[in-house]
């Protein structure tokens, strides 16, 4: 509805009348469910009813006789109970009847939208099955398809159209109490380029990882999708398309738009607010961290999340090629921000190992679109300048793989197929463990696939990918090989920081995570093909994560939660959502002395 409603007011009028739109918010039943919870969220200020329209207070058959008859919503609900449990096994069946990918993303939407509390115990509990459907590689068909498969608003659209007003847009978000915002503009969401307003699945996606993967509260949670417009031609002819219809904004406007968001979160939630960028295009995204992230609470998943998980991944190698990070040389597919994020946390690993920054920029190379990065090229950036050599130009990536002989491949252009077979197969020869990782998404976009890495290199390397694959078979063995992604960081990072109050996030708090995560691979993990801890102890992992970052804060003093906590395990667990129903019934609700009205019914429900 405040969708409808927003759109139907930006087709009226290029800057909308806010005053109008308010009355028609108001008007609408959204705007009514506002009302209520902007006061906070007290169950005792509502209805009965709303407890059978309120995904975040549904339980379906699960609420017990005694809340059925003190709510008033008795007789609405078939008489049978279910336990939770129970209910999550008839999800499991529902889930397993859907064959297609994306009928499976529109089902656990719909059961979010339904019934809160299940939905994250699913997905919690089933990580490994459900975490690919709700986040890569999935979301990025939902997104493709986000004007066909669009039913409820999920998240905040701030279009360019709101520019002074955004502060007013944020307050129509009902949840009194966000801590972490995920924001995208949808320029470049994962390998698929620009995808507009139907990028807002990413920020939803990720946010729901933060409260599967590290217990943060949901309503502490807010997606946003800023929309200045969309290059994709497809999309602007498409009927379906449900953003602006427009082209990009860019320059002053654009600039101007995202620092009054910046503010208007601040004002509207507070300076430790944390603000998570995702999927902007490369110049942006290196651009917004430079400029925010000294003055707010923020952090880019694309350059410095997926460093972390690379640096995790380099680190945990070192059960099996004993080389310090110092020791190795980097070849990048790929010069765009998941790269230059990556060499970047990298470099600062081996300055930490004692290796001077001129020298640590040295091992580490990189070849784009264009073909290698070379000291004569004249369309660099400043943050690619860094990594250009003193070389030849090529644009021959597999000449340059020979010539340069790098100990570790890693490919984040969304290049699928660019790890060729001799490409592979240089690794082999050149090295007795060859690390590779493929870190494009979705999987369409991968490098090379798992199978691919392992058959070329005689079973030699140490596989990473950005998507999941499917288990591999080489000399009779299986490997599950492990997918270094940043959903391994971030909700941890998230977490830590969220708790503590952190009022800036430096690259040390990445490398921190990144740490805490290898510690946590165990032998078999390596054995297995994994870098990484598999995705059914991500949870753990998380927890872990959180805790180290939060040591952190408060040992570097910009931790603002205080007192500092004593017991820091248990200061954690009490931020954490639960996954458990909670009783809709009064803190204090004793049943009735005179309880053969109700007794009664049980037995005629039972019976
Ligand atoms: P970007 O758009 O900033 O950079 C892409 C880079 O790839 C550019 O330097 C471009 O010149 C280069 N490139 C494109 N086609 C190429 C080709 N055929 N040969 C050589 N280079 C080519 O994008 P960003 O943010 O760096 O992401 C790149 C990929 O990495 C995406 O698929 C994204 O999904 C993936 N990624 C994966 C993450 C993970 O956790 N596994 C996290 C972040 C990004």
Known sequence: MIMSVITTCSKTASRWSLPRCRQMLKNSSYGVHNEASSRGFTPSQYRGIDYLREARLYKGTAFSLAERQTLGIHGLLPAGFRTMEEQLDLCRLSFSRYSED?????????????????????????????????????????????????????????????????????????????????????????????????????????????????????????????????????????????????????GNVYEALIDEFMDAVVRRYGQNTLIQFEDFANRNAFRFLQKYRNSYC?????????????????????????????????????????????????????????????????????????GLLVESRKDLGEQQEVYAKQHEPSSNFAEVVKQVKPTVLLGAS?????????????MRNNNERPIIFALSNPTSKCECTAQEAYDYTEGRCLFVSGSPFPPVQFNGKTFHTGQGNNAHIFPGVALGVIVSGTHHIPDDIF?????????????????????????????????????????????????????????????????????????????????????????????????
């Open 102 to 250: 994306l009928n499976k993303y529109v089902y656990m939407m719909e059961l979010q939208d339904r019934n809160e509390k299940l939905f994250f115990r699913l997905l919690t509990e089933e990580v490994e099955t459900m975490m690919p459907i709700v986040y890569t590689p999935t979301v990025g068909v939902a997104c493709q398809k986000f004007g066909l498969i669009f039913h409820r608003p999920r998240g905040l659209f701030i279009t360019i159209n709101d520019r002074g007003h955004v502060y007013d847009v944020l307050r129509n978000w009902p949840e009194p109490e966000v801590r972490a915002v995920v924001v995208t503009d949808g320029e470049r969401i994962l390998g698929l380029g620009d995808l507009g307003a139907c990028g807002m699945g990413i920020p939803v996606g990720k946010l729901s990882l933060y409260t599967a993967l590290a217990g943060i509260q949901p309503h502490h949670c807010l997606p946003v999708h800023i929309d200045v417009g969309t290059n994709n031609e497809e999309f602007l002819n498409d009927p379906l398309y449900l953003g602006l219809r427009r082209r990009r904004a860019h």
């Open 511 to 607: 490398v921190t995570a990144a740490k805490s995560v290898a510690n946590q691979v165990s032998d078999e993990d390596i054995t297995n093909g994994a870098l990484y801890p598999p995705a059914s102890r991500i949870k753990d992992c998380s927890s872990q994560i959180a805790l180290d970052v939060i040591e952190y804060a408060y040992r570097n003093a910009i931790a603002s939660t205080y007192p500092e906590p004593e017991d820091k395990v248990a200061f954690v667990q009490s931020n954490q959502y639960s996954f458990c129903y909670d009783s809709a019934l009064p803190v204090k609700w004793t049943w009735p002395k005179d309880s053969c009205r109700i007794a009664q019914d049980t037995n005629i429900l039972k019976g």
């Open 298 to 370: 923020t952090f880019n998943d694309d350059i410095q999340g997926t460093a972390a998980v690379v640096l995790a991944g380099m680190y945990a190698s070192r059960k099996i090629v004993d080389r310090k990070i110092s020791d190795h040389t980097f070849l990048f597919l790929g010069a765009g921000s998941a790269s230059i994020g990556i060499a970047n946390l990298l470099v600062k690993a081996m300055e930490s190992e004692g290796t001077s920054a001129d020298a640590a920029c040295d091992k580490v190379w990189m070849f784009d679109i264009h």
């Open 414 to 426: 969304a290049a699928p197929g660019a790890f060729t077979r001799e490409v592979l197969e240089s």
